[in-house]
């Protein structure tokens, strides 16, 4: 027919119209997608709009993906598929895997030989997103070889088409940035405005009202623990308070509620299913017209001492970002508040509250190491104050012989000989040493014979009898014997014999032969064997605590595994400076005479004086060094 259209043909017209329509549709929906990249203000929805344009942007792409990195380290989520509404297809999630791995540009294929740009399988690609060298996401398209796909202009696209994401990522990681700034600058602020108040009622409003101007609330309210309550201490813009209002009531109910529950509450709930009671804030609510309140707990060395109350109208909720700013600041600002309140109080409150709380760490749960430290502590008293000990005067000790005698020179002369030294073991009379004896024998002769002479003369005066010359000539005689006898005496003392049986402490003349003596030197000195005492040097500050009678033991240097008993038999009250001290010397007997013995020995000798505590043993010389000093120093 003219005119019409002829069957089995297509009309030209119409395919022509189709084909506008078709490309309008597309043209409408691209400026769509890009209205929407232009106006995406997070990752996701960034992602959602950019992967249709750039899947379009790529000849023969069948499917993609964008995958970005979670909150958790280490994993990462599906942000945007293409088509829209279908799942990730094996070959994408395997390259997702590499791609993560390897953190560059990957490209997969079947196993028939991926990567030939004319090969009939698909072909996968991925490409990561890295911001600062962090893997924050990834790219993923599956290529269909059948329209000859370039792999090298695909690669380049998705580089390029890549700035996108990255942009967003950066504008995200710059918004955090700036909320961890701004948390950080309100939480330094709110410190320097606490620190710069030493009351803590002053510091509590000034961060109340700073708190209230900064994050926009109608009222902000501090409260701390009393006697397991909380008790408002602090209201914005209120510098006093009843603490019997309507107000200060319910807002130390919902401080109580949120302490009782160590939780944040928010009222009213973001979740109508979170299971926290809020009963105290909606009563705070409906009562006072507070649109929105945030409760936040102090929470301080393990545990909760109070909490913060924000309140804010209808048309201004909390968001998440106030939220955790709010959160930050209550964890600086509790601390430091907690501080100044401790030290706000009366010395003697303070005093009972450290006396309490240590009593309740000693006696509750935990805090191990402080009971073992208390029960070793009350052990360690216990044990001092019940152990006894002997208590023990010691001093330094020397032996010395009951009886020491001294064997001197009887006349002026030299040294014949010398046996005996000092050391040795004598017995009686045996002859210690000699002086030379020939001037004596000489003058011996002259008188025997200045006595021969006056016999003589004494014989021819008897013959001629005058008897006044018999008298002088017998004087005479009799003068003669005196000398002969005085020089035979000294004669016999010219040897020097031990007067008993004993030792030889002192005197040593083997090296002195031929020297000179006087009359009267003392040449050796003699201790018996059997008889010894034991000479005690006691220290002033316990010659008080000495009495004759007392036992002790004796140990000298030359016999360190053996003790010797011994009895205090005299104390001298003669004293003797020494040594940077001044002792006294006491006298005391040995009980048991040992052969090893030898005066002269030295040690250490211990009077038993009685029992007594041990502390104050370890302690007498500390305590008696204290009181000197203090009487010394004291009025």
């Known amino acids: 027919m003219e005119g019409g259209v002829r069957e089995g043909t297509v009309d030209p017209s119409r395919s022509n119209r189709s084909r506008t329509e078709e490309r309008s549709q597309v043209s409408f929906l691209e400026q769509a997608l890009w209205k929407r990249l232009g106006e995406a203000g997070t990752l996701a929805a960034t992602a959602e709009a950019w992967l249709p344009l750039q899947c379009r942007m790529i000849p023969g792409v069948g499917a993609g993906v964008v995958v970005v990195a979670a909150k958790d380290a280490g994993s990462f989520l599906p942000a945007a598929f293409w088509p829209e509404g279908q799942a990730t297809t094996a070959a994408l999630s395997a390259i997702v895997g590499l791609a993560i791995t390897e953190k560059r540009g990957v490209v997969q294929g079947d196993d028939k030989g991926a990567g030939s740009p004319r090969h009939p399988g698909g072909i996968s690609i991925a490409y990561p997103v890295v911001v600062d060298d962090a893997l924050h996401g990834l790219v993923a398209i599956e290529l269909d070889a059948a329209v000859s796909p370039d792999l090298r202009t695909a690669m380049r696209q998705l580089q390029w088409g890549v700035a996108w994401l990255r942009d967003q990522i950066r504008r995200d990681l710059a918004g955090t940035q700036d909320h961890l ?40 309210s501090l409260g701390f623990l009393n006697n397991g309550s909380a008790t408002v201490r602090a209201i914005s813009h209120s510098a006093q308070f009843g603490k019997n209002m309507n107000l200060v009531r319910m807002v130390a109910a919902a401080m109580d509620e949120a302490i009782d529950q160590r939780a944040l509450i928010l009222f009213p709930p973001a979740n109508e299913d979170e299971a926290v009671a809020v009963r105290a804030h909606s009563e ?33 909720p909390f968001d998440q970002r106030m939220i955790d700013l709010l959160d930050c600041v209550a964890a600086v600002q509790g601390p430091i508040l907690e501080e100044k309140r401790q030290n706000d109080r009366w010395i003697i409150v303070k005093v009972w509250g450290s006396i309490v709380e240590h009593a309740k760490r000693l006696l509750g749960p935990g805090y191990h190491g402080r009971k073992l430290a208390v029960a070793a502590t009350v052990a360690v008293v216990g044990f001092f104050y019940f152990a006894t000990g002997e208590y023990r005067v010691t001093a330094t000790a020397s032996i010395e012989g009951m009886i020491q005698r001294a064997v001197v020179a009887s006349f002026d002369g030299y040294i014949k000989e010398a046996p005996a030294r000092a050391g040795d073991t004598v017995e009686k009379d045996q002859i210690l040493a000699a002086l030379d004896d020939r001037d004596l024998a000489l003058e011996r002769l002259r008188w025997v014979t200045e006595r021969q002479k006056r016999l003589y003369e004494y014989d021819r005066a008897v013959a001629v009898r005058d008897r006044a010359e018999i008298k002088i000539i017998k004087t005479q005689i009799e003068q003669t014997d005196a000398q002969i006898r005085l020089i035979d005496e000294q004669l016999a003392r010219s040897k020097l014999h031990a007067p008993f049986d004993g030792l030889v402490i002192a005197g040593d003349l083997s090296q002195s032969i031929g020297a000179a003596v006087g009359r009267g030197e003392v040449l050796f000195e003699i201790a018996p064997l059997n008889a010894y005492r034991v000479i005690l040097r006691v220290d002033e500050s316990q010659i008080a605590e000495i009495e004759v009678g007392q036992p002790g033991q004796l140990l000298v240097s030359s016999l360190p595994h053996e003790t010797f008993p011994f009895v205090v038999d005299k104390i001298t009250p003669v004293a003797r400076a020494g040594e940077g001290r001044t002792t006294f010397r006491v ?49």
Do not use: Q
């Open 587 to 635: 006298e005391a007997r040995l009980g048991e005479i040992s052969s090893r013995l030898r005066p002269g020995m030295e040690g250490v000798g211990k009077v038993d004086i009685d029992e007594r505590r041990l502390i104050w043993i370890w302690t007498r010389t500390m305590l008696d060094w204290i009181r000197i000093s203090a009487w010394r120093w004291l009025p």
């Open 181 to 220: 700034l701004t948390r950080t600058r309100l939480a330094l602020d709110l410190v320097a405005i606490a620190l710069e108040h030493e009351d803590f009622g002053a510091a509590g409003r000034s961060v109340a009202a700073e708190l209230a101007v900064k994050c926009e609330c109608d009222r902000v």
């Open 284 to 316: 705070l609510a409906h009562a006072h017209g507070a649109g929105h309140i945030f409760t936040v707990p102090f929470f301080v060395n393990d545990h909760y001492v109070g909490a913060i109350v924000f309140e804010r109208p209808e048309d201004r």
